[in-house]
């Protein structure tokens, strides 16, 4: 039971590349959750998903786009990455309806030159 | 506007010498409050879930209770190996789940 794995660990793009970040877990869960993280910022929500082919914007979409094609995985994409995407990113998800507690994976470290 | 803060930033405990870490919230209806732990480098690891006041859990030495306003994590003789940061985050009735976080407070024990 590996919980929520992240894909890659650490990523350097150039300005204007393209990447997409990949998050899977093996829990059933119905929830996922992709937040970044900023020093001085705490954590803040990207975009999330209640369900196999859903999704919907958290607090800072913009500049993202994500799928859930499949109830385990959860890919955060971005289509021109910018200096203000250097960021950590971690992936989560959760049993909705039972006990709502959110499990992180290790995240992604991503820098924009 | 649903908020979090934490208090103190950072706090240096010598072993043995016990403290509380403060978490004040304002939220349009409590769903849960949930404290995290993270270590550099890594992911949030879930710690405790809070629903009402009043509430307490317990787990080894730490200690978390909320009140109507705020939470407390307490540390009871904490060792080196509790250096971490200690984040906050509440759940408000009626969202999707979502979680709204503090920026947690860094905590060093030294020996």
């Known amino acids: 039971n590996a919980g929520v794995t992240q894909t890659p660990k650490f990523r350097v793009l150039k300005t204007g590349q393209s990447m997409t970040l990949l998050c899977a877990q093996d829990?059933?869960?119905?929830?996922m959750y992709w937040y970044r993280q900023d020093p001085g910022m705490g954590l803040r929500l990207i975009h999330y998903s209640v369900g196999e082919g859903t999704t919907a914007k958290g607090e800072v979409p913009d500049g993202y786009n994500v799928s859930r094609l499949k109830k385990q995985n959860f890919l955060l994409g971005l289509e021109s990455a910018a200096p203000s995407q250097t960021s950590v990113y971690f992936c989560?998800?959760?049993?909705?309806?039972?006990?709502?507690?959110?499990?992180f994976g290790p995240g992604t470290r991503l820098t924009v030159l | 506007e649903d908020q979090v803060t934490q208090s103190p930033e950072a706090l240096r405990l010598q072993e043995g010498e016990s403290s509380s870490l403060n978490c004040s919230y304002t939220?349009?209806?409590?769903?849960?409050l949930f404290w995290y732990r993270q270590d550099p480098g890594k992911g949030p690891e879930f710690l405790f879930t809070l629903y009402s006041a009043g509430e307490e859990k317990e787990k080894e030495r730490l200690k978390a209770t909320l009140t109507k306003k705020e939470s407390f994590l307490h540390i009871t003789a904490p060792k080196p190996e509790d250096s971490a940061t200690y984040l906050c985050a509440v759940q408000a009735q009626g969202s999707q789940g979502n979680l709204i976080f503090g920026k947690g407070t860094k905590l060093s024990v030294k020996p």
């Open positions: 989560a998800s959760s049993d909705r309806g039972r006990t709502d507690t959110q499990y």
């Open positions: 829990m059933n869960h119905e929830y």
């Open positions: 939220v349009s209806g409590l769903r849960g």
